[in-house]
């Protein structure tokens, strides 16, 4: 007779695992720090674009603010993913956090002592960028040290529920806060936030890299290593397809006014529809511990992106388009899910740290010059001709990939090979 489940077994087939969050209190005090922390680093985020823009009255200069977060990353990531594979990664977590901390109690200085210059506030957002460049490549090479192999996958489920909440909920709260206490409140609150993460980092053990064979990591070994891996390798390739293809965020002002007839409250609704879609990717995540070939997932969820998107630009009802862009910020989230697993998993421990640095490089440059690449297009043609075309060329090249790659089709989680 076969044994019927119970509805704890079942939703467990379903929703998150909380596994990693109920055997580790070590990883329990980290996951509660970084979401703390993601709320007050979108609280802050928003609070800046808005001082920008009080400041100054121009849109080019809000835009600054992003110009000026991204050089860092992409500049800092690679050099944080060394330092990360050198030094004791909790060390490093404890010094990036607190710098970021000192950063947002600086933004809430300036404010009470009504300090505005945008200089200022651009200086503070890309030390900030530093810090995050630094203190990010540490802590996701910090949860194998953690928790054992076969819980990564729901981890980093629970991980992407941080971010994905951080980014809905801080500029909500941030607008609000802004509103009615003003920067200096909003900023304030942020550097206190820092203090959950900093906590939760002061509790762990030392982490030390297992083994460097070498007194110094270098970000050339850690290309070269990557070279050398065709499965790691064509998680950033495939990723790479989504981004630069179908990245439609930039073309959502013209899309809400000629599409459909709407504003910045429209605009605002596209905007949040993919990271609604990407946090209901990680809370309904259950079902992906029964699959053991991450390679062909990553494959599916990065054509089902395609798709969703193609399908949007051929949307002209809101609540369909809005429909389609969750289902895309879905499969994103999936995606992303069984990338970082594989990166934990297959990679060893001395090159975690440069790999998780070039991950922050590809996150953090793929969808800007996906922006470009979707202007471009619609300057060309139009915003329908960028949005669906661009979808089914994500789809096609995944498809060619797909032939080419076939061992990352094989990739089986019980059986890891980079």
């Given at each position: 007779?076969?044994?019927?489940?119970?509805?704890?077994?079942?939703?467990?087939?379903?929703?998150?695992?909380?596994?990693?969050?109920?055997?580790?209190?070590?990883?329990?005090?980290?996951?509660?720090?970084?979401?703390?922390?993601?709320?007050?680093?979108?609280?802050?985020?928003?609070?800046?674009?808005?001082?920008?823009?009080?400041?100054?009255?121009?849109?080019?200069?809000?835009?600054?603010?992003?110009?000026?977060?991204?050089?860092?990353?992409?500049?800092?990531?690679?050099?944080?993913?060394?330092?990360?594979?050198?030094?004791?990664?909790?060390?490093?977590?404890?010094?990036?956090?607190?710098?970021?901390?000192?950063?947002?109690?600086?933004?809430?200085?300036?404010?009470?002592?009504?300090?505005?210059?945008?200089?200022?506030?651009?200086?503070?957002?890309?030390?900030?960028?530093?810090?995050?460049?630094?203190?990010?490549?540490?802590?996701?090479?910090?949860?194998?040290r953690l928790i054992p192999p076969e819980q990564l996958?729901?981890?980093?489920?629970?991980?992407?529920?941080?971010?994905?909440?951080?980014?809905?909920?801080?500029?909500?709260?941030?607008?609000?806060?802004?509103?009615?206490?003003?920067?200096?409140?909003?900023?304030?609150?942020?550097?206190?936030?820092?203090?959950?993460?900093?906590?939760?980092?002061?509790?762990?053990?030392?982490?030390?890299?297992?083994?460097?064979?070498?007194?110094?990591?270098?970000?050339?070994?850690?290309?070269?290593?990557?070279?050398?891996?065709?499965?790691?390798?064509?998680?950033?390739?495939?990723?790479?397809?989504?981004?630069?293809?179908?990245?439609?965020?930039?073309?959502?002002?013209?899309?809400?006014?000629?599409?459909?007839?709407?504003?910045?409250?429209?605009?605002?609704?596209?905007?949040?529809?993919?990271?609604?879609?990407?946090?209901?990717?990680?809370?309904?995540?259950?079902?992906?511990?029964?699959?053991?070939?991450?390679?062909?997932?990553?494959?599916?969820?990065?054509?089902?992106?395609?798709?969703?998107?193609?399908?949007?630009?051929?949307?002209?009802?809101?609540?369909?388009?809005?429909?389609?862009?969750?289902?895309?910020?879905?499969?994103?989230?999936?995606?992303?899910?069984?990338?970082?697993?594989?990166?934990?998993?297959?990679?060893?421990?001395?090159?975690?740290?440069?790999?998780?640095?070039?991950?922050?490089?590809?996150?953090?440059?793929?969808?800007?010059?996906?922006?470009?690449?979707?202007?471009?297009?619609?300057?060309?043609?139009?915003?329908?001709?960028?949005?669906?075309?661009?979808?089914?060329?994500?789809?096609?090249?995944?498809?060619?990939?797909?032939?080419?790659?076939?061992?990352?089709?094989?990739?089986?989680?019980?059986?890891?090979?980079?």
């Amino acid at each position: 007779m076969t044994a019927v489940e119970s509805p704890q077994e079942e939703k467990r087939r379903i929703f998150a695992d909380l596994t990693p969050l109920r055997t580790s209190a070590d990883y329990r005090r980290l996951w509660f720090g970084n979401t703390v922390s993601w709320i007050g680093q979108g609280m802050t985020a928003l609070a800046v674009s808005l001082q920008v823009y009080d400041i100054t009255g121009s849109a080019f200069s809000v835009g600054l603010v992003g110009l000026c977060s991204l050089v860092p990353l992409v500049v800092f990531g690679l050099y944080g993913g060394a330092i990360a594979d050198t030094v004791d990664r909790r060390a490093l977590g404890l010094a990036g956090a607190t710098g970021s901390a000192v950063l947002s109690a600086a933004l809430a200085a300036a404010a009470f002592a009504g300090f505005h210059r945008v200089w200022f506030l651009y200086a503070i957002v890309a030390l900030q960028a530093v810090c995050a460049a630094l203190n990010s490549p540490a802590r996701s090479a910090m949860i194998p040290r953690l928790i054992p192999p076969e819980q990564l996958r729901a981890a980093n489920a629970l991980n992407s529920m941080v971010m994905t909440f951080g980014t809905l909920v801080g500029p909500s709260l941030g607008g609000v806060i802004v509103g009615l206490a003003g920067y200096q409140t909003a900023y304030t609150i942020d550097a206190l936030a820092f203090s959950a993460s900093l906590y939760a980092m002061w509790r762990l053990p030392a982490m030390p890299p297992e083994h460097t064979g070498a007194r110094r990591a270098s970000v050339l070994d850690g290309l070269r290593f990557l070279g050398t891996r065709p499965n790691l390798r064509a998680t950033f390739v495939s990723d790479l397809f989504a981004m630069i293809l179908a990245q439609p965020k930039a073309l959502f002002p013209a899309v809400a006014a000629l599409w459909f007839g709407g504003d910045a409250k429209t605009t605002g609704l596209l905007v949040a529809a993919p990271a609604f879609g990407a946090l209901m990717g990680g809370v309904v995540s259950g079902w992906q511990g029964r699959i053991r070939h991450h390679g062909q997932a990553i494959l599916v969820a990065v054509a089902a992106w395609g798709l969703a998107i193609a399908a949007f630009g051929l949307s002209r009802n809101l609540w369909i388009g809005l429909l389609c862009l969750a289902a895309a910020g879905y499969a994103d989230t999936s995606s992303m899910i069984f990338r970082n697993t594989m990166m934990q998993v297959a990679a060893p421990d001395e090159m975690r740290g440069r790999l998780q640095g070039v991950f922050i490089v590809v996150v953090a440059g793929g969808p800007r010059l996906g922006d470009f690449v979707a202007g471009s297009v619609a300057g060309l043609t139009s915003p329908a001709v960028a949005i669906t075309g661009g979808g089914l060329a994500c789809v096609l090249a995944i498809a060619v990939f797909a032939l080419y790659a076939r061992g990352f089709r094989r990739y089986d989680a019980h059986d890891p090979k980079p």
